[in-house]
Each structure stands twice: as C-alpha cells, then as structure tokens.
C-alpha cells in the first residue's frame, strides 16, 4: 500500500490558501481515481483508492501544517506503510508558480510541514513540490503562505492539480520521471 499526503490547514478558512495546495492536489485525485469518501482517521481526513494496480491511501492531516507528522506516523504504523511508500504532496515557495518537481529525501527548506513528517519518520519520503513562488521578502512569506491564492490563480492552481491527478498512476507506480514529465507537458498544453 502506498501513502499519499496532501499538506495543508483544516478548516474552511484556510481552504483556499498557498499553503493548502497540498490539500487541494489530494481533492483532485481523490475525485480522478474515484476515492472512498474522506473520513475522519488518524488524526486527519483519510480515503482508499486504487490508481492502477496499486491500493493507496489518501490523507488530509487534520493536525494543522506544524503537527503533520503525527497524523502520518499514525497511518504508516497502522497499515505498517514503509517511509520509502509515503508521498507528500506539499507547496514550495522556491518553485514559480504552477511549476513542479519530485524528488525522494533531502532537507525541510524551512517548511513545517515536512519538518514535522522527517521528526516522525524519517526524511526518505518522497516529496512532490508544488510551486506556489515567493513573495520576494522572507519577511511575508509566513502572510503570503496563509492568504488566499489570488482570483488570477485559479486557473493555474485547477490545472496543476489536474496534471497531479491524471499522472498519479506513474507516481503510484514509483516513475517519477515520467510523473514529472507528463505533468510538465500537461501543464504546456494548458498553457503554463
């Protein structure tokens, strides 16, 4: 079984925020893979799918960004999921946005989110960086990251988190290469 991750806060009044793209990414493969419904487990949002040959489960930790690692931990103990089976689906302010890249391991760069998963996991995880850019002043990034993404946003963000959802089976498969690639080209074709 596989475990993907979408980082982000609970609650409607971070629904649309930078720092819920994770969230939002989880949303469109729950409905492109026709997922359980969510339901509260592991001290978040949880739900079964199958993307190709592969069981997955798909959760929202509910334990807000900074505690993420619990609710992860949880699941992975429960289901005795190995780190190396957990993607995290997360925004990256180092990225443009509508911009993504995959990699497996490496540092927290600052967000707690995957601060929190390594602390409780281990840092071998791999990690699906979803651009969401930089307002320019490390002063503003804690307002930028927990404001509302802009009306001019929506389009890009739909699309991202489409390319996510309709490559999710090479991700489920382990090809991150071809993921990335095919979400990079699905990206292009919607014009971003």
Known sequence: MLLI????????????????????????IARAFDAAPFRKKFQGEASEARIGPERVLLLKPETYMNESGRAVAEAARFHKIPVEDIVVLHDELDLAPGKLRIKRGGGDAGHNGLRSITAHMGGAYRRVRLGIGHPGDKALVHSFVLSDFAKADKAWVEALCDAVAKNAEALAKGDDSLFQTRAHEAMQKAGF
């Open 5 to 28: 991750v979408g980082l982000g806060n609970p609650g409607k009044g971070y629904a649309g925020n930078r720092h819920n793209i994770g969230f939002m990414a989880l949303d469109a």
